[in-house]
């Protein structure tokens, strides 16, 4: 057996066996079959958890009886393949324990002859592990393009649990002014207005129609649909509902479809069916004219037949959505890892622009922008995407009613983009799990002023930053376009600027 304290194997192996010979006859055996193997004989369970942080283990070659049968019901939370060497009355627990399609077991001879096998065997299991680790790389690329694909699509593409709570929703759901992860969990009506619920709902729909035949033509159209082939939704026109900060509603035309070919079969009860779901695609009906519940979203355009407040925001909001999908596909294919995390802040500068569109009334016929709501927004963004969403709540915004043009509005959002990012970069480097941050937004006398409090330790380190002249450029640049004035606290920055 070689040094423990040499790394450097192409393979390294467990070897925890309870008898002294057959460890011996295992080591010598595969000192010459194996010898780009190393093996590591562990005394117990500590001196194993010891080598597993100070190499990669391959492979562990055990049996029932090694320290009590500890480390066997160990196994079956550890994510390594193993060899079990099993005697001729221990087959009740080898059902327990192999549960791992890479695994293998032999059985005991009393002569020992069975350990002359244990090297092909390691050959094989090591080959299945390979190749499973090869098949899962794969699958992982495959999901990753095809996740990547799907938030590029400028449909709404959402799935549903049997009872009707979204468990996906693609980042096109930004149109209506959700984000992704303000929906997941929550119950598919939440997009639809009180009067529709009832009309697209497979819960109210089909007990009526039990023991009925319908026929393809006369299915009923529902947003949770369970059937495939003919009878799943397709065409279904219906009205959502905007994010109630925004109001308002988007003509749209819906497929959706699940597993069960045949509802009408009362044979479907077994558990397996009542966990179908639905998956669906929801595509804006451009020929149809926006409408609006909310006074401010009246056409903002006085010439006849101009397009509507909402029009303009979908507009603009739909080529962003667009922008930042061919980021996110620039992203997925760089090797660079800090290019990655460059194309990842121009991700969200991009998608801080969209929110303008998601906040825009019209006020005394002149476009402003809502800024507790829009800095709201920002805020949730960038801490999910930093921190996630456990951590939004360790955030506090307090603004007054505020409403700015669009070019101030940009601008000091792009400014919290900045420092808020960079303080949320600090906290990782810092290992800190929570991120007290808060932001007040005043004016007074047509001055304004914009605060940002973190921590005293973040403020340590982001004085040390900001000495850097190429990373304080982009905040002292924002402040400059804003005419505004900077001032640093113990554990604040502070900007003044003119409202106009």
């Known amino acids: 057996m070689t040094d423990k304290n040499d790394f450097t194997a192409d ?43 100070e190499c990669n283990i391959d492979l562990i070659i055990t049996d029932l009886e090694f320290k009590n049968g500890s480390l066997v019901d160990w196994l079956v939370l550890w994510p390594y393949p193993f060899i079990l060497l099993a005697n001729p009355n221990g087959c009740e627990k080898i059902d327990t324990v192999m549960n791992d399609e890479a695994s293998s077991f032999i059985i005991r001879r009393e002569d020992m002859a069975h350990v002359q096998f244990i090297p092909s065997m390691i050959n094989k299991v090591l080959k299945i592990k390979k190749s499973r680790s090869v098949q899962n790389d794969f699958l992982k690329t495959s999901e990753k393009q095809y996740m990547n694909l799907v938030q590029t699509l400028p449909d709404i593409i959402y799935v549903l649990d049997k009872d009707g709570h979204f468990t996906f929703i693609n980042n096109a759901v930004r149109s209506l002014g959700w984000e992704p992860v303000e929906l997941i969990g929550k119950h598919f009506s939440v997009l639809l207005f009180q009067d529709d619920i009832s009309k697209v709902s497979r819960d109210m729909i089909l007990p009526n129609l039990r023991g009925r035949v319908t026929g393809n033509d006369r299915a009923p159209k529902l947003f949770d649909e369970r059937r495939t082939g003919s009878r799943m939704t397709r065409g279904l026109k219906l009205k959502l509902k905007r994010k109630p900060t925004i109001g308002g509603a988007v003509d749209v035309s819906l497929i959706s479809y699940g597993e069960v070919s045949s509802i009408g079969y009362d044979g479907f009860q077994e558990p397996s069916h009542h966990k179908l779901g639905t998956a669906g695609i929801i595509r804006e009906n451009k020929n149809s004219h926006f409408s609006s519940s909310h006074k401010e979203a009246e056409s903002i355009f006085d010439s006849k037949g101009a397009l509507t407040h909402d029009q303009v925001m979908h507009l603009i909001n739909n080529k962003l959505q667009i922008l930042n999908s061919l980021v996110s596909l620039k992203q997925s294919i760089s090797n660079e890892p800090k290019a990655c995390s460059a194309l990842g802040e121009v991700q969200i500068q991009v998608y801080t622009l969209s929110l303008v569109y998601q906040n825009m009334v019209t006020i005394d016929d002149k476009i402003k922008i809502r800024m507790e709501s829009y800095l709201d927004d920002i805020l949730k963004h960038l801490i999910s995407s930093y921190a996630g969403n456990p951590w939004i709540q360790q955030t506090d915004l307090h603004c007054d009613p505020i409403h700015l043009d669009e070019d101030q509005a940009i601008t000091i959002s792009l400014f919290v983009n900045e420092l808020v990012t960079l303080f949320l970069k600090i906290q990782e480097s810092l290992n800190n799990s929570r991120l007290p941050l808060t932001i007040t937004f005043l004016v007074n006398n047509d001055i304004a002023q914009l605060k940002i409090r973190a921590s005293e330790k973040i403020f340590n380190e982001y004085r040390t930053i900001m000495k850097n002249e190429d990373s304080n450029i982009i905040i002292k640049t924002l402040a400059e376009i804003l005419k505004g004035e900077i001032f640093i606290d113990k554990d604040s920055v502070t900007l003044f600027f003119n409202i106009e």
């Open 11 to 53: 393979r390294n192996i467990i070897l925890a066996v309870s008898l002294s010979k057959e460890r011996d006859m295992l080591i010598e055996l595969l000192a010459n079959s194996n010898p780009d193997c190393r093996v590591y004989c562990p005394e117990s369970l500590s001196e194993l958890d010891r080598i597993s942080e």
